[in-house]
T-cell receptor, first 115, second 114 residues
Framework: EAQVTQNPRYLITVTGKKLTVTCSQN?????MSWYRQDPGLGLRQIYY???????DKGDVPEGYKVSRKEKRNFPLILESPSPNQTSLYFC??????????????FGPGTRLTVT | AQTVTQSQPEMSVQEAETVTLSCTYD???????LFWYKQPPSRQMILVIR??????QNATENRFSVNFQKAAKSFSLKISDSQLGDTAMYFC???????????FGSGTRLLVRP
């Protein structure tokens, strides 16, 4: 089944404890992206990747890191999480890295709480 | 700065009736794409419909259609014959060609009443 998977789905952690949210897609998509969803703000793009080893900042990259060493994986790293990073996180992928016209396939979301 | 505005935080509609969700955007670019995504209570994001800015004809997908007014920078979504399964948060989104960024509005929560 074609899908985007994220792990974990739910995570409660403490301030400053490094964590990684994994994202994997099995559709051989070039483009991958991370978003965070907060009430009243919609989804905001954190980082995106047009292909392996090519990443760039979205609108809210502060406090996050990403890497794209393999085409299928695009992990999101929080080196020192803070309470303002409590949010619902989505990973998405899209077939082409040169155009966003194509549909983005979203993962199921990761609910992160930082205390 | 490029922005997307959804001015209706919540809407409700009677089952089988028609409802229109509003979206406006701001850009100085000429080539861009517009999207409506649906997020039901399951939280899954689902593409409803998309439109290329250079196409004047409004996109349609079954009961869903858009009214794209490029000069007014408006991209509203019309849902005909509303069904209970249409209850969801709806997000308007926008991407400038070659920018690789997707910008979302704040969403409109739609409730379909039986």
């Amino acid at each position: 089944e074609a899908q985007v998977t994220q792990n974990p789905r739910y995570l409660i952690t403490v301030t400053g404890k490094k964590l990684t949210v994994t994202c994997s897609q099995n559709m051989n998509h070039e483009y991958m992206s991370w978003y965070r969803q907060d009430p009243g703000l919609g989804l905001r793009q954190i980082y995106y990747s047009m292909n392996v080893e090519v990443t760039d900042k979205g609108d809210v990259p502060e406090g996050y890191k990403v890497s794209r060493k393999e085409k299928r994986n695009f992990p999101l790293i929080l080196e020192s999480p803070s309470p303002n990073q409590t949010s619902l996180y989505f990973c998405a992928s899209s077939p082409r890295g040169d155009s966003l016209f194509y549909e983005q396939y979203f993962g199921p979301g990761t609910r992160l709480t930082v205390t | 700065a490029q922005t997307v505005t959804q001015s209706q935080p919540e809407m409700s509609v009677q089952e089988a009736e028609t409802v229109t969700l509003s979206c406006t955007y701001d850009t100085s670019e000429n080539n861009y794409y517009l999207f409506w995504y649906k997020q039901p209570p399951s939280r899954q994001m689902i593409l409803v419909i998309r439109q290329e800015a250079y196409k004047q004809q409004n996109a349609t997908e079954n009961r869903f259609s858009v009214n794209f007014q490029k000069a007014a920078k408006s991209f509203s979504l019309k849902i005909s014959d509303s069904q209970l399964g249409d209850t969801a948060m709806y997000f308007c989104a926008f991407s400038v060609d070659s920018s690789y960024k997707l910008i979302f509005g704040s969403g409109t929560r739609l409730l379909v009443r039986p």
